[in-house]
């Protein structure tokens, strides 16, 4: 059953709780939030106008307190409605001051002279705010010490509450109906570019809200790599069709692929698919509290590239959650252990020779005693189109 | 017609040419670009895996020859199939040195000590590397002084070639045809929830490749912002809709809004459409090389506030292209001259009383003479669907 549309403020007020004691245990005045996922964690804040990189929007956490939301006034209506009461506003784009002295004004009152404020500045991070009015903002602000987070976005976010699974959940039951009516859209001679359109048209007809992510590829026995848009190229007998798409259902992604064989597929094939799923099932059995996600990566890749340590890919999974990617990276050098409520992607890759790879890709959640799959696991057998 | 995907390479040159000219004048040995429009700007690298942030991506365009990809290597392959021809990768994400080393080499080598880097650094720009990172790389290369690009990212961008302006009319021509299918999918009853799914079905019907951005309201008399996603509540007779959609063909968008009345309109809305009809109307009318962005906000508020300044939106238009909202923006304090080759939005709002608005929105190209439409004018009529 599809959860109704947002969380109560008990959710919200849980993961401020979760975030102040962290930030006190981290020394940590205050946090300064600027990214959309940052944001919405904090606030519910859900909209696609960041798609317009006109604006910065803020949210400062306090160490004890409700957040401030410092922000366009572009946005005032719409963040009323979340569950934040403090809202300060200016008219942007302003050339002058783009909010930098309101945030300032506001840090001011929130963080003592010599305190910190931590900014989320490690790996998969980044400062959406330009360069120029950050060094504004630090210069107006010479008695505070930005700082990093020290971790506490990452290690806060990678855990979800039993209502974000719930909504993950959703998410990955609707891009399963979505594949499961690929037979519908993909036929040797159709351009690849139509069926990409209309695999997402069948993402939205299953519910998806959209579609922010779609990639995949097709070939004889396998595809060049994994990231690319759609060509015009039609599809053609003996092609495997990969499709991989991020949709998204009430702010939270699916993240998971399949495989297509266009016709019978070749010996080489079946057994390259079949040794994808082998990969994902190995690494889901061993996937529960205590395990790190090395381990996961190892599990797979010892299947895959016989323990040769990976490929171009750089990983074989992922957290995932209000983004498409988040942390933990399922490499060797992540010692992230699992913990319950941690949703990961298992993401093998093999390589099938001459510049080709597939690859395959299912989503789980860890569990007190393991873990349970959020998409439907494929079995070994590659699905066969247009028979 | 639809123009073929891709440019050609001279396209690339021609960009090249102007930004290493602008450079020469700047005094700037190379620029260091890290968002998907700066990079796709410079080497044609179109992939939807943006919607990841887990990697940093690097492009440095040198004083002299050909721009230079540090990137990882999951994007090797595609990359190879653009223009560029060095491409230096490493296999992300590294947590030890995720590309820090690599792009610092790069940069040793096309700019020498004294020399000064620039990067997008003003207005609607971030920097998209993690802050710690930047740090690093600022240190390892004490010797060059990171500074701003003077602006040149943005002002070689805003004028588009004939070639990008024939995607953004293909663009606005897809949207203008789902535009005219909304009675298909839109009457009383509906939730604007599959209103909005539905939209995003007619786009790529008519040929979207993906659909980034929808928002939209519906309410009587008007809505209470326009950058809400959608609720399950109901569309009722007597409410007026808005869809406003950045959909992309080739990489390139649309951005545009329509309104139609459930049922007949109340003269009151009838009115505020036609207010913003003569202003869009207005503005197109002095949009010519020699005016200013702020002359066309000046244009279209007379109209919708009799001169007041504008509103909680913050401007009346903005530029359009690889993304959906770009430089500049019609605002009083923006005084960018025109030129022919911008593509501007024309955006006006307007207060329809009780805390709710209307807003209308067009697509335009400044040509050597005036303007041309991109979007297809709409009469002072608003659309009446559901009688």
New interface residues.
């Given amino acids: 059953m599809t959860p109704a549309?947002g969380f109560p403020e008990t959710e919200y007020r849980a993961r401020l709780s979760r975030l102040q004691t962290a930030m006190a245990a981290k020394d940590r005045t205050a946090l300064l939030l600027t990214?959309e996922p940052e944001v919405r964690y904090v606030t519910g804040f859900?909209?696609?106008?960041w798609?317009?990189?006109?604006?910065p929007w803020f949210v400062v956490v306090p160490a004890a307190g409700d957040p401030i939301a410092v922000i366009?006034?572009?946005?005032?209506?719409?963040m009323a409605q979340t569950w934040i009461t403090d809202i300060r506003?200016w008219?942007?784009?302003?050339?002058?001051d783009?909010g930098v002295t309101l945030l300032a004004d506001t840090l001011r009152e929130v963080a003592a002279p010599g305190s910190r404020i931590g900014?989320p500045?490690?790996?998969?991070?980044?400062?959406?705010?330009?360069?120029?009015d950050w060094q504004r903002l630090t210069q107006s602000l010479p008695d505070r010490s930005f700082t990093?987070d020290a971790d506490i976005l990452r290690h806060t976010r990678m855990i979800k509450s039993p209502a974000e699974v719930a909504k993950l959940r959703t998410a990955c039951a609707t891009a399963d109906r979505a594949f499961d009516r690929v037979a519908e859209i993909a036929r040797a001679g159709t351009p690849l570019?139509q069926v990409?359109?209309?695999f997402?048209?069948l993402c939205?007809?299953e519910?998806?809200?959209?579609?922010?992510?779609?990639?995949g590829g097709a070939g004889q026995g396998g595809y060049?790599?994994?990231?690319?848009?759609?060509?015009?190229t039609p599809l053609t007998t003996g092609d495997v069709l990969m499709l991989d798409t991020?949709l998204v259902v009430d702010g939270y992604f699916s993240d998971f692929d399949r495989n297509y064989a266009i016709g019978y597929p070749t010996q080489a094939t079946v057994a390259a698919h079949a040794a994808l799923i082998d990969a994902t099932q190995a690494a889901f059995d061993i996937a529960r509290p205590g395990a790190m996600a090395s381990d996961l990566f190892h599990a797979m890749d010892k299947i895959t590239t016989g323990g040769a340590g990976?490929s171009?890919?750089?990983?074989l999974g992922?957290g995932l959650g209000m983004?498409?990617?988040e942390p933990p990276?399922l490499?060797p050098?992540?010692h992230t252990v699992l913990a319950p409520g941690m949703v990961l992607t298992l993401e093998p890759g093999i390589d099938t020779g001459g510049?080709k790879i597939m690859v395959h890709e299912e989503n789980i959640v860890i569990t007190e005693t393991g873990a349970d799959w959020l998409s439907t696991p494929q079995s070994s057998g590659i699905r066969i189109l247009d028979l």
Same sequence: chains 1, 2.
Avoid: C, K, N
């Avoid at 008219?91 to 002058?96: L, N």
């Avoid at 790996?123 to 360069?131: A, C, Q, V």
């Fill in positions: 549309r990214t859900l909209t696609r106008f798609e317009s990189p006109t604006r366009p006034s572009i946005g005032a209506h719409l506003t008219r942007a784009p302003d050339y002058d783009d900014l500045s490690g790996g998969e991070t980044h400062l959406r705010m330009p360069l120029t990093d570019s990409f359109r209309d997402q048209i939205l007809e519910g998806a809200d959209w579609v922010p992510y779609l990639a060049g790599d994994v990231i690319s848009p759609a060509t015009e991020g990976g171009d890919a750089g990983r992922h983004q498409l990617t990276s490499i050098a992540d510049g």
